[in-house]
C-alpha cells in the first residue's frame, strides 16, 4: 500500500492550505485514514483522523490545537483523504504526514512540508 501526499507549502499566517492523500488501493478498504505532523525537533503528533470504511459515517476527530481551523474529509471517487487547513499558525509549521490503518497493519506516506511565515 503506498500513500502519496501533496499539498504543502508556504503561507502566511491566516492563510489556508489542502493536504491531499492518494492511496494505492481503495480508501474503503482501510478502517481509519490521518494526517500526523512532526516539527523540528518534537515527537510526531496526531492531527486529525477519519474512519473511511463504507459503513462508517466518517467520524472524525482532531487535535485540541487544530479544532475549529482544520476539517478532515474522505473522497471514494479519487481514492483520496484531504485536510483543509484554515487560518494556519506559526505553531502549525511542520512536516504532514499521511496514515493509514488496517486492522494491525499501519502505512505512511511521505511527509509535504507546510511552513507558516510572515
Known amino acids: 500500500v503506498q500513500l502519496q501526499a501533496s499539498g504543502g507549502g508556504l503561507v502566511q499566517p491566516g492563510g489556508s492550505l489542502r493536504l491531499s492523500c492518494t492511496a494505492s488501493i481503495r480508501i474503503f478498504s482501510m478502517d481509519v485514514m490521518g494526517w500526523y505532523r512532526q516539527a523540528p525537533g518534537k515527537e510526531r503528533e496526531l492531527v486529525s483522523t477519519?474512519?473511511?470504511?463504507?459503513?462508517?459515517?466518517?467520524?472524525?476527530n482532531y487535535a485540541d490545537s487544530v479544532k475549529g481551523r482544520f476539517t478532515i474529509s474522505r473522497d471514494y471517487a479519487s481514492n483520496s483523504v484531504y485536510l483543509q487547513m484554515d487560518n494556519l499558525q506559526l505553531e502549525d509549521t511542520a512536516a504532514y504526514y499521511c496514515?493509514?490503518?488496517?486492522?494491525?497493519?499501519?502505512?505512511w506516506g511521505q511527509g509535504t512540508q507546510v511552513t507558516v511565515s510572515s
Open positions: 477519519i474512519t473511511t470504511k463504507r459503513s462508517t459515517s466518517g467520524s472524525s
Open positions: 496514515n493509514g490503518r488496517n486492522g494491525p497493519r499501519t502505512y
